[in-house]
């Protein structure tokens, strides 16, 4: 056994093995984990036309330190300094995009939760979406513009104050009145939280997407963009054509008819469905309360 152990420290002593323990793998995992969506968020934005320009000026000045270019080297070590800041600047949209993709995540939700909804209590009430859909199809029969914003987990203040300021319940004479032309509120976007309107002629930013169909105008631009800042789902109603659109998440669904939209309204409701034992105890009573009623 000494003369194996021998042999292997003789002729394998350049062979280095490391002690690798769980928190090696642990630690191996997360970093191949963050590394891998980095690179997929830098391929999926804006960010990677800006790294490809910044690998170009770093092989630039490789070669101009290989060559001695003492000018290039002086003025690239002067402006060093400032290079980070210059960079959060350049990548500011996508970082914020990055950090608000980050706070949704359903894991973060479970341990900062700071909604307040009761189980079986959904973002908003089906008769909001009844109200909704209704909206969407007369204003396309009319040709009638509409940018409705809903509200979902991020905040949307900051729009909200652009405009002017409600606080209605949301329904279809309402929301037909504010989008009729010639009217002071009709111009803009309408924001939605939960069941109430709370303000109109809201300014949106404008999607900077070079892909998007030429047919497509302001409107549907501005959709898009409040998207891709936020999880809001907007419904537009385009004024030329009539033709009913979702934007949720950055994507564009076009030509929706009263069932599709509906069912892209369901979507953000975010049912929380109650315990069996708790809903049937709750039937119970009402069915109680029924019967009451009906003897009364």
């Known amino acids: 056994m000494d003369g194996i152990s021998t042999f292997f420290s003789t002729y394998f002593d350049w062979l280095y093995l490391p002690r690798v323990t769980w928190t090696d ?36 000045l490789g070669i101009a330190a290989l060559l001695h270019l003492n000018s290039i080297l002086w003025i690239a070590r002067n402006i060093s300094s400032v290079l980070f800041i210059a960079l959060i600047i350049l990548f500011q949209p996508e970082l914020r995009r990055a950090l608000d993709e980050l706070g949704r995540k359903r894991l973060l939700n479970r341990f900062f939760n700071f909604e307040d909804r009761e189980e079986g209590v959904s973002r908003f009430s089906d008769k909001t979406v009844y109200e909704l859909v209704r909206t969407a199809s007369e ?126 309204l369901e979507k953000l409701q975010d049912k929380q469905m109650e315990p069996r034992r708790k809903r049937w105890k709750k039937g119970g009573q009402n069915d109680e309360r029924s019967s009451k009623k009906e003897s009364v």
Not at 29 to 47: D, E, M, Q
Request: net charge neutral; with cysteine.
């Open 139 to 264: 204003l396309s029969k009319a040709k009638t513009g509409a940018l409705i914003v809903i509200e979902h987990d991020t905040p949307l203040g900051e729009y909200e104050r652009t405009g002017i300021s409600l606080d209605a319940v949301v329904t279809r004479q309402l929301l037909v009145n504010i989008f009729e032309k010639n009217t002071p509120l009709h111009d803009g976007a309408v924001i939605i939280r939960e069941n109430r309107v709370v303000a109109a002629t809201c300014y949106l930013p404008l999607t900077e997407r070079g892909d998007l169909n030429k047919e497509l105008g302001t409107r549907h631009r501005a959709g898009l963009g409040i998207s891709e800042t936020t999880d809001s789902m907007t419904i537009i109603v385009s004024e030329e054509t009539g033709a009913v659109s979702v934007a949720y998440r950055g994507q564009l669904v076009r030509n929706l008819n009263d069932d599709a939209l509906r069912k892209q």
């Open 25 to 60: 793998v642990l630690d191996i995992i997360i970093i191949a984990y963050l590394v891998y969506h980095i690179l997929v968020w830098f391929k999926t934005s804006r960010a990677w036309t800006l790294l490809k320009g910044i690998l170009v000026l770093a092989l630039f």
